[in-house]
């Protein structure tokens, strides 16, 4: 009798298994799958490109700060407008380097905040962008450089390059 109550705990616990594994292949967990945006970094990447824009980034400054780093462009996979918005936060006294939080509008899709690490002078950043099917495109060349650090990690100089330069291809 008690090899039956066994084997029908295992029967029950089975089926209860395969129950589960077929909900969930019938019916995606809530988890969103919505496109993200990732940043990469090249080193030394300045005097490789035409550049566009100058901007100036201080540290941990204000919305109200007349020094904006806001660059928009044409997205080049929905028809609106996209704008990055590289904030500098702080130095790194040990190896000199930056981080920045980087604010991303892709214009029809949402807002994404992104940070980045251990960017040193001369480096350039890379914002990768979802296409229409949410898949991450990488552009051939960074969108910001770095031109120069000052005011120790205090102010950063910005050369944005021209988006009708950026081709773009799957991560």
């Known amino acids: 009798m008690k090899r039956w109550g066994i084997l029908a705990l295992v029967m029950i616990v089975v089926a209860a298994g395969f129950l589960i594994v077929r909900l969930r292949l ?4 809530s988890v969103s799958h919505a496109p993200q945006t990732d ?8 005097y490789k490109y035409n550049l566009c824009i100058e901007a100036y980034a201080y540290a941990h400054a204000r919305p ?3 020094f904006k780093t806001d660059y928009t462009f044409h997205d080049p996979f929905r028809n609106a407008d996209d704008t990055i918005i590289p904030l500098l936060m702080d130095l790194n ?15 029809q899709l949402d807002t994404f905040t992104d940070w980045i690490w251990h960017v040193s002078a001369l480096d350039g950043i890379s914002v990768l962008l979802p296409d229409k099917q949410g ?12 031109s120069s650090l000052n005011g120790d990690g205090r102010m950063a100089v910005l050369d944005f390059t021209c988006a009708e330069q950026w081709q773009w291809t799957a991560v």
């Open 26 to 29: 019938a019916n995606p967990s």
């Open 39 to 46: 940043l990469t970094r090249t080193p030394d990447s300045a």
């Open 64 to 66: 109200d700060n007349p």
């Open 93 to 107: 006294q040990n190896d000199q380097t930056v981080s920045f939080k980087v604010k991303i509008i892709v214009g």
């Open 135 to 146: 898949h991450l495109q990488r552009p051939s060349i960074p969108q910001f450089i770095v």
